[in-house]
């Protein structure tokens, strides 16, 4: 039982490029979410899927894009990357409301 | 927006010492809190939960206090030991939230 699978886990772009980080559950769970953490803020919500078909803006947003491609992936895509997007993104998912999360290992992205 | 907080940055505690971390949250709608712990290169990981109903949980090795009239909740770690060294994040989401709000994190040190 693999969890939360994210993809790559290290990452260095360049400012104007874009790409696409990953994420798959095989938890049959219906909540998906993307964090990304800097140093001294902890986690950050920058979108969420409450269920498949759905997507809603957290509290960092701007410049993420999302897609809930079916219940089991959902994928973040900066489509421009600037330096400040540099951080450590997480990708969590849960049953429902009233669950915990359970976090992916990470995608340290660098854009330079 | 939400305010989760935590008292200390940073605690050192003697391997077979008990460590106490400490977090104080702003929402009073908030009924559901999750203790994580992340090490270091992972994602975090669920220790304990508690539900707004109860004031106190345990765990191996672990308990969770809520004091609900201040607002706080507590982690403490019986016998600590080196593998406890990790940063712990306290969470909790509101009753009609579809989100947990994470606190910047207490980096927990265990002295041999």
Same mark, same amino acid.
């Given at each position: 039982?693999?969890?939360?699978?994210?993809?790559?886990?290290?990452?260095?772009?360049?400012?104007?490029?874009?790409?696409?980080?990953?994420?798959?559950?095989?938890?049959?769970?219906?909540?998906?979410?993307?964090?990304?953490?800097?140093?001294?803020?902890?986690?950050?919500?920058?979108?969420?899927?409450?269920?498949?078909?759905?997507?809603?803006?957290?509290?960092?947003?701007?410049?993420?894009?999302?897609?809930?491609?079916?219940?089991?992936?959902?994928?973040?895509?900066?489509?421009?990357?600037?330096?400040?997007?540099?951080?450590?993104?997480?990708?969590?998912?849960?049953?429902?409301?009233?669950?915990?999360?359970?976090?992916?290992?990470?995608?340290?992205?660098?854009?330079? | 927006?939400?305010?989760?907080?935590?008292?200390?940055?940073? +605690?050192?505690?003697?391997?077979?010492?008990? =460590?106490?971390?400490?977090? $104080?949250?702003?929402?009073?709608? !908030?009924?559901?809190?999750?203790?994580?712990?992340?090490?270091?290169?992972?994602?975090?990981?669920?220790?304990?939960?508690?539900?707004?109903?109860?004031?106190?949980?345990?765990?191996?090795?672990?308990?969770?206090? +809520?004091?609900?009239?201040?607002?706080?909740? =507590?982690?403490?770690?019986? $016998?600590?030991?080196?593998?406890? !060294?990790?940063?712990?994040?306290?969470?909790?989401?509101?009753?009609?939230?579809?989100?947990?709000?994470?606190?910047?994190?207490?980096?927990?040190?265990?002295?041999?």
């Amino acid at each position: 039982n693999a969890g939360v699978t994210q993809t790559p886990k290290f990452q260095v772009l360049k400012t104007g490029q874009s790409m696409t980080l990953q994420c798959a559950q095989d938890m049959n769970h219906n909540s998906m979410y993307w964090y990304r953490q800097d140093p001294g803020m902890g986690l950050r919500l920058i979108y969420y899927s409450a269920s498949e078909g759905t997507t809603d803006k957290g509290e960092v947003p701007n410049g993420y894009n999302v897609s809930r491609l079916n219940k089991r992936e959902f994928s973040l895509r900066l489509e421009s990357a600037a330096p400040s997007q540099t951080s450590v993104y997480f990708c969590a998912s849960r049953t429902g409301e009233n669950y915990g999360y359970t976090f992916g290992s990470g995608t340290r992205l660098t854009v330079v | 927006g939400e305010s989760v907080g935590l008292h200390l940055p940073t +605690l050192s505690v003697q391997e077979g010492d008990n =460590s106490i971390i400490n977090c $104080a949250y702003s929402n009073s709608a !908030s009924d559901y809190f999750i203790w994580y712990k992340q090490e270091s290169g992972k994602g975090p990981q669920f220790i304990i939960d508690i539900r707004s109903n109860m004031d106190k949980r345990q765990g191996q090795r672990v308990t969770v206090l +809520l004091n609900k009239t201040v607002k706080h909740l =507590s982690l403490q770690i019986a $016998a600590t030991q080196p593998g406890d !060294s990790a940063v712990y994040f306290c969470a909790e989401n509101p009753r009609t939230g579809n989100q947990f709000y994470f606190g910047t994190g207490t980096s927990l040190t265990v002295i041999p």
